[in-house]
Each structure stands twice: as C-alpha cells, then as structure tokens.
C-alpha cells in the first residue's frame, strides 16, 4: 500500500508562486511515474505534470514554461513549482503515483490552489 500526501496549496495572486509537495510512503520502490492532477470545479481531472524515476517529464500544454515537476531523490517525493500563476489555474490537484510492479495506481487527497485575479 502507497500513501500520498499533498501539501503546499493555498490563496495566492494571480501572477504569483506556489509550490506544491507530495510525499509518498509505504511501498515506494516501485513507484515509476508520480505526477500532479487537477480537477476545477465542473470539469474533469487533468494532467498536469509527470515524472519518472529516471527524470523524463511531461507536462500539459496549458502550463508548459510556467510549472516544473521535480523529484530530487527519484523516490518518495515529488514537487510542482507553480510560477506565473492564472485565474484558471485554481483548482483540487492531486498527487498520483503509478506502481508498475503491482499494476496499482495511487492518488492523494488533494490540495486547493486558488488564483485571484
């Protein structure tokens, strides 16, 4: 079993910073791809961002130039440095993490960031 848990979330301006923190525990050896989701109020849940344990990111089109995942120790944590932050960025995101060895797929909790504009 995998545990996540987001933090960093908040009320900041438009054109601020945020940094969101996900740390995971339990089973973690085998977590390949940990990434950040979000979901605004009536739409569905987006990607964000992944990153592999070897350091290949993706990230949405939406916040290419203006968000970067990182995951320092390539394990248990991971991290989403919100800059330029929009209006339409506000929103639930959660942390995910994808075990490959169990098939299993985790999610966290979930922390809001709400833009002002």
């Known amino acids: 079993q995998v545990l996540l848990v987001e933090s960093g979330g908040g009320l900041v301006q438009s054109g601020g910073s945020l940094r969101l923190s996900c740390a995971a525990s339990g089973r973690v050896s085998s977590l390949h791809v940990m990434g950040w989701y979000r979901q605004a109020p009536g739409k569905q849940r987006e990607l964000v961002a992944t990153?592999?344990?070897?350091?290949?990111?993706a990230n949405a089109d939406s916040v290419k130039g203006r968000f970067t995942i990182s995951r320092p120790n390539a394990k248990n944590m991971v991290y989403l440095q919100m800059n330029s932050l929009k209006p339409e960025d506000t929103a639930v995101y959660y942390c995910?993490?994808?075990?490959?060895?169990?098939?299993?797929?985790?999610w966290g909790k979930g922390t809001l960031v709400t833009v002002s504009s």
């Open positions: 990153i592999t344990t070897g350091g290949v990111t």
């Open positions: 995910n993490a994808e075990d490959d060895v169990r098939g299993m797929d985790y």
